[in-house]
């Protein structure tokens, strides 16, 4: 039997989580145990960004001294004096608290898409971000800083350039920064993470001694364990890689394979090619991220293929030669 969680012990954990990113940097461990439970269930990224509001209102009134005394429920027991103060607060209070937080100050928000979705999302700074199909991100934008946490897939950030406050992604481990530049962050199933710049300057500190600075039409790869490792991108293939943000798929020299397994990205009706020869057949072209069945009928035309549809998917073939007939046996040619 699937047991549900109670909110209040999801909002405890929110609250856990946010009070050991106030004690310092998350390690590795760490990082992939909080994405993990953020993507574990829909309601642990509003819970996290609720904590986080509640801590930014607590913090802020404890700068403004003790005369100002935040929110609290009267009613909640009194916590040990060991525990963080304005954790006490928030275990005994955070249900008063979360509403007066979210209303008063910018509580941190965030945004997801569906299969085969795009959705393009402005910014309070001016900045945009696009985000791709089956993605996630949590923003968090206050007067001294302008985060955002890559939960899951890829995301295209246009940043407004404001010195004062650079601009960081957050993804796992890595952190991206930027102060006014375009590029795009992919964060893969398995942690590792894919960065495009097309305008500007980030800087992509993947635990490095020093941050790895990637410039226009350069790609960054970040992987556990290893250095960050950058290659250059001719300025036609960045704008292929980011096709993507308008909804389309650029190919240019890849095989039948690698577009399946892009179009499987953006649709639940799959290009199957059972026939290694096929599959390693050349495409270019432009095409409608959401529409496999007609890429699939183009690419057989050009490439005399045949098309099969099933319930399975679209079945790419080669054509099917005809049989040559024979005589019947014992029969007598005729001249």
Do not use: C
């Not at 994405?35 to 009134?61: I, K, M, N, T």
């Not at 696009?130 to 007067?143: E, K, P």
């Not at 036609?236 to 389309?248: Q, Y």
């Amino acid at each position: 039997m699937t047991t549900t969680r109670p909110a209040n012990a999801i909002d405890e954990q929110a609250a856990a989580w946010v009070a050991r990113e106030d004690r310092g940097p998350l390690d590795a461990g760490e990082a992939a145990a909080l994405d993990a439970w953020l993507q574990a269930d829909g309601r642990h990224l509003g819970a996290y960004a609720r904590a986080r509001a509640v801590f930014v209102r607590l913090e802020r009134s404890q700068a403004l001294g003790p005369g100002f005394a935040p929110l609290r429920d009267a009613a909640a027991p009194r916590r040990s004096r060991r525990r963080l103060p304005w954790m006490a607060s928030l275990a005994a209070g955070l249900g008063a608290l979360v509403l007066a937080a979210v209303l008063l100050f910018e509580a941190p928000e965030h945004h997801a898409t569906g299969l085969g979705e795009v959705l393009r999302v402005p910014l309070p700074d001016g900045s945009s971000l696009v985000l791709n199909s089956n993605s996630m991100v949590a923003i968090d934008f206050d007067g001294d800083k302008r985060e955002v946490r890559l939960v899951r897939g890829e995301v295209l950030f246009e940043v407004a350039s404001d010195p004062r406050r650079p601009f960081s992604v957050i993804a796992g481990e890595t952190r991206v920064t930027a102060v006014g530049t375009a590029f795009s962050v992919q964060r893969g199933r398995s942690g590792d993470l894919e960065v495009i710049v097309r305008e500007g300057i980030v800087d992509v500190d993947g635990g490095d001694p020093q941050p790895v600075r990637v410039t226009a039409n350069f790609k960054a790869s970040a992987r556990s364990g290893l250095n960050v490792q950058i290659e250059p991108l001719q300025l036609e293939e960045t704008g292929r890689r980011l096709a993507w943000s308008d909804g389309m798929l650029a190919f240019e020299g890849d095989t039948l394979a690698q577009a399946a397994a892009q179009f499987a990205r953006y649709s639940h009706v799959r290009i199957l090619i059972d026939d290694p020869e096929v599959a390693q057949k050349r495409v270019a072209g432009l095409y409608s991220a959401t529409d496999p069945d007609g890429f699939a009928t183009a690419v057989a035309a050009s490439l005399g293929l045949r098309v099969e549809r099933s319930e399975r998917g679209i079945h790419l073939h080669k054509p099917q030669i005809p049989v040559p007939v024979t005589p019947e046996a014992g029969a007598v040619e005729r001249h």
